[in-house]
C-alpha cells in the first residue's frame, strides 16, 4: 500500500516495537487490581460521558482493560494474543503493526462517543483484539488451534466463526456493540479490502468457469438431426455423420439410412447411398 509506504518513510521511527508484550503485561496488571478494587474497572473503562466530563484517562486505560475471564483463561487468552500479535508485527513490521492497532483504537473511541444517547455505555476493546484475531486468520489460514486444548482446528474455521458470531450480533445485540462491530472492521478492511475484492472476483471467475465446464459436460456429444435423441437421452443408440448432407449432419442409427439429404438449405430425395 503506498500510502502506508509514504507513512512509513516519514514517521517509521515513531514506531513502538513489541507493543503486544506490553498491552499483555498491562492487561494482566488490570486484572489483578480487578481482584484487589471492585471498583477499579469502572473507573477504567471507555465511558464517553465520563470523558466528557473531565475522566481523560479512561481513553488509554480502556485498552488495558481484560476480558473477564478465570485466570487460567485468561492466561491462554493472552497468550495467544501475543502469539497473533507477534507474528503480524514480524510479517509488516513495527510500524505497519502500529498503524493497524492505532486505525482500530481510533475507530473504537470515535464510534464510542458518535452516538450521544450511548455516552453512558462503556466501549468495550474486545472488538479490537478480535480485529487481530481476523488479521492473523486471514495471513495465516492454516495455523492450528486446540480447540478446549484438544481438538486441533485450522484457524480460518474458527475466524469465519467469528464473522457469524460478529453478523449475528449485528442483528441481536445493542447499538453500541454494532457500532464497535463496525470500527473493529474498519483497520482490517483499510489493509486486506483491497485483496479480499480480488480473491471475490477471482471466486466469481471461478465459479463462472466450473459452471461453464459443468454445462458443457452436461450438453450431448451426439444429436440425432431428424428425431432429436442424444447420447445423454439414449445411450445405447449408435449415430453416423451424413456425409452426402451439407454439413455433415448426425443421425442416429435408426435414420442414417433414411432421411431427406440437406444440399444447401434444399431437400432432395436419397439415392441409396448413406
Avoid at 503480524?88 to 498503524?99: D, Q, T
Avoid at 486441533?152 to 475466524?159: D, G, N, S
Avoid at 459436460?217 to 451439407?246: K, L, S
Wanted: glycine fraction near 6%; aromatic fraction near 16%.
Amino acid at each position: 500500500m503506498a500510502w502506508l509506504d509514504q507513512l512509513e518513510r516519514r514517521f517509521g521511527r515513531f514506531a513502538v516495537p513489541n507493543i503486544t508484550l506490553g498491552l499483555v503485561f498491562g492487561q494482566s496488571l488490570f486484572y489483578v487490581l480487578y481482584q484487589a478494587r471492585s471498583d477499579f474497572q469502572e473507573r477504567v473503562q471507555l465511558v464517553p460521558a465520563r470523558v466528557l466530563e473531565g475522566e481523560l484517562w479512561r481513553l488509554a486505560t480502556f485498552i488495558l482493560d481484560p476480558p473477564l475471564t478465570n485466570a487460567l483463561f485468561l492466561f491462554f487468552a493472552l497468550y495467544l494474543f501475543y502469539i497473533m500479535g507477534r507474528a503480524l508485527e514480524n510479517h509488516w513490521g513495527a510500524f505497519r503493526y502500529n498503524v493497524f492497532l492505532l486505525v482500530g483504537y481510533l475507530a473504537t473511541v470515535g464510534a464510542a462517543f458518535a452516538v450521544p444517547a450511548l455516552h453512558e455505555v462503556p466501549a468495550t476493546n474486545a472488538f479490537l483484539a478480535g480485529s487481530v484475531f481476523l488479521a492473523f486468520a486471514w495471513l495465516y489460514p492454516e495455523f492450528p488451534l486446540l480447540l478446549f486444548f484438544i481438538l486441533p482446528v485450522k484457524i480460518k474455521w474458527l475466524a469465519l466463526l467469528t464473522c457469524l458470531g460478529y453478523l449475528i450480533a449485528v442483528f441481536l445485540g445493542t447499538w453500541m456493540t454494532l457500532l464497535m462491530i463496525v470500527a473493529s472492521l474498519l483497520n482490517f478492511l483499510l489493509f486486506f479490502g483491497g485483496e479480499l475484492v480480488r480473491r471475490m472476483r477471482s471466486g466469481h471467475r471461478r465459479m463462472l468457469a466450473q459452471a461453464e465446464a459443468a454445462a458443457a459436460q452436461a450438453r450431448p456429444f451426439h444429436v440425432c438431426t431428424r428425431c432429436g435423441i442424444t447420447d445423454r437421452t439414449h445411450p445405447t443408440m449408435e449415430f453416423r455423420y451424413c456425409p452426402d448432407c451439407d454439413g455433415a449432419p448426425c443421425y442416429c442409427i435408426d435414420h442414417i439410412f433414411d432421411h431427406e439429404h440437406i444440399r444447401r438449405g434444399a431437400r432432395q430425395e436419397h439415392d441409396g447411398k448413406p
